[in-house]
C-alpha cells in the first residue's frame, strides 16, 4: 500500500493541536503506511497569545490523553468559569456595571422555563440574569473552583475551561504530538510549487530541501502560505462587522496574595475592550481596539491606565489583524487550520474552538481512499457556517451596547449588524432567545448564551402583553430561591481556586 503522507506546515497551538489530534484519532502508531509530520519554521515565531478556552478543550485534551493535572502544571494554568463583562452596557459615569456570561447553562426544569418568569419580575427587585439563572455566577464571584481536589480529571459539578500560557501549551501539545508518532522537522518553507490542476505539488524548505504529501495542512498563522500565498484563496474581511483590528498585549506578574480570577475580565472601553486572564503567577492582560477610532498610542494609554501604577514601562506587543476568513479554507490537496483560515478577535475566546471543530472534521472525514479532497466542499459550509455564527455572536456584544463613544454608536448602525443577528433582535423583543434559532451542529454558543449576553447588557424582551400565559409564578420562585440555595452551598463546599491550583501543582 502506498504511504499516505500528511504535511502540518506550523508549529503554534494549531499546528501542534492538529498533529496530535490527528494522530490520536487516526490511531498513527497502528497505522505504518500513514505519515504525519510537522514541519516548522525556527526562525518565525508563533503568535504566542491565546490564553482563553473555551470549555470543549477539555474533551480534546482528555481525548489526546493528556493528564489533567499535567497540563495544569505544565501550561501555568487556571480554571474559567466565563466571562466577567464591565462597563459593556454603558459608558461609566460613577462606579463600574458589570455582568457575567458563566460556561453553566442556565437551570433547567423539564417543565417550567425559568426565562420568561425572569423577564416578567419587577427589574428593580430582581438579581442579575446570569446569577438568577445559575449557581456559577456565585461559585466565581466568591474566587471558588469549580471542582474539588477529588474530583476526576476533566470531571466537576460545574461546567469549565482554562486559562493557560499560550507557549507552553503548544510544547505541550508537541510533546504529546510526537509520543503519538508524529514526525518533527524544522525548516523554513521558501517556495510552494502547485501542479497543472492547481493542487500543491510539493514545498521547498530553506533547510531541509523538498517535502511532498497527499494532504497538506496550512497551520501557519496569519500569513497563511500555503492558503493564501501559494493556492490563492481569498479572504474574506468582516471589517465592515466587527472593527477591532489590533491587539497590544503584555504581560504582568501576579502578587502572590491576590486574588486568583476563575473568570476572564473584558473591560469595555472607548474603541474596544481589554481582557485580563489570570494565569498562575502572571496575568495576561491586553487591549483590542479598533484603529479608525483610536491612535495606537491612545491604545496604549488605555492598556497602561489599566495595569496601574507600577507599570509605566510595560512591554507591550502590538499584533494586527484583520477580521475576517476564508470561505474556502480545503482547496485540493490544501486545508487550513487556525490563524490561516481566519480569525475574528480575541472577544469569547473562539480561536482554539475554531481549531478543535476543524480537526475534529477533517480526523471524520478523511477519506481512507480517493481523491483527499473529498470532503472540502462539506468542510468549508460548515466552516463558513461556524464562522458566520461567531460573527453574529460576537456583533451582538457591541450592537446592544447604550455605550455614547463613537465606536460604540458606529456598532449600532444598521448596515453594520449582520441580517440574521438584526432578524433575530426583532424577535427576541417579543420572545427569549430559544433553542429552535439555532442549528447546534454548527454553532458555538448556543440560545442561552445569547440569553446571557442580551440580558446582561439590558436588552429588553416585552412579554408583559402575555403574562396571563405564565401562571406558575409561584413554582418559579421557589426554583429561583432554590438556585441560590444551592449556590450558599457550593460557595461553602468548594475550596478556593488559588488553593485548588497551589494543590494541583503541588503534586497533590
Ligand atoms: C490578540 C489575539 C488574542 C487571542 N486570544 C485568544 C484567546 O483568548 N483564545 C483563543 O482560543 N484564541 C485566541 N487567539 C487565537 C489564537 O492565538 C490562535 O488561534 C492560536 O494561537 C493558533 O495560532 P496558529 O497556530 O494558527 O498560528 P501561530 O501561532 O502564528 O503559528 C504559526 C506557525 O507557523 C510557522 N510558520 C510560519 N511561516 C512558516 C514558513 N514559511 N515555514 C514554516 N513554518 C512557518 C511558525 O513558525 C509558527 O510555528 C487570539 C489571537 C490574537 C491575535
Known sequence: MNKRRILIVGGGTAGWLTAAYLAKALKLPERPHLEVTVLESPDISSVGVGEGTFPTIRSTLQFLGIDEARFIRE??????????????????????????????????????????????????????????????????????????????????????????????????????????????????????????????????????????????????????????????????????????????????????????????????????????????????????????????????????????????????????????????????????????????????ATGLVLIEAAVGMIAEMLPHSGPIHAPARRFNELMTARFENIINFLKLHYCISQREEPFWRDNAVAATIPDRLAGLLEEWKLRPPGRFDFVLDTETFAFFNYQYILYGMGFATDLSAGRSDFPQSADADKLFAKIQRFADRAVADLPSHRALIQQINAGR
Open 75 to 348: 501550561t501555568s494554568a487556571t480554571l474559567k468559569q466565563g466571562i466577567r463583562f464591565v462597563d459593556w452596557a454603558r459608558t461609566p459615569t460613577a462606579g463600574q456595571q458589570q455582568f457575567f456570561h458563566p460556561f453553566e447553562a442556565p437551570f433547567y426544569a423539564e417543565d417550567l422555563n425559568l426565562v420568561p418568569y425572569w423577564l416578567l419580575q419587577d427589574e428593580a427587585g430582581r438579581l442579575p440574569f446570569a446569577e438568577a439563572m445559575t449557581l456559577q455566577v456565585r461559585v466565581a464571584e466568591a474566587h471558588r473552583a469549580p471542582k474539588r481536589a477529588g474530583e476526576a480529571p476533566y470531571a466537576a459539578p460545574l461546567n469549565y475551561a482554562y486559562h493557560f500560557d499560550a507557549l507552553k501549551l503548544a510544547k505541550l501539545l508537541a510533546a504529546r504530538a510526537l509520543e503519538l508518532g508524529v514526525r518533527h522537522v524544522q525548516g523554513t518553507v521558501t517556495d510552494v510549487a502547485l501542479d497543472a490542476t492547481g493542487a500543491i505539488a510539493h514545498l521547498d524548505t530553506a533547510q531541509q530541501g523538498r517535502f511532498q504529501a497527499e494532504l497538506y495542512i496550512d497551520c501557519t498563522g496569519f500569513r497563511a502560505e500555503l492558503i493564501g500565498k501559494a493556492v490563492g484563496t481569498s479572504f474574506k474581511s468582516v471589517r465592515h462587522q466587527l472593527f477591532a483590528d489590533r491587539a497590544l498585549a503584555c504581560k504582568v506578574p501576579l502578587d502572590g496574595n491576590a486574588v486568583m480570577e476563575s473568570s476572564t475580565i473584558a473591560t469595555a472601553h472607548e474603541a474596544g475592550w481589554l481582557w485580563e486572564i489570570g494565569l498562575n503567577g502572571a496575568r495576561g492582560i491586553g487591549c483590542v481596539y479598533s484603529s479608525s477610532h483610536i491612535s495606537d498610542d491612545r491604545a496604549a494609554d488605555i492598556l497602561r491606565d489599566y495595569c496601574g501604577a507600577g507599570h509605566e514601562d510595560l512591554a507591550m506587543r502590538s499584533i494586527p489583524f484583520t477580521p475576517g476568513y476564508r470561505e474556502q479554507q480545503w482547496v485540493r490537496n490544501c486545508v487550513a487550520v487556525g490563524l490561516s483560515a481566519g480569525f475574528l478577535e480575541p472577544l469569547e
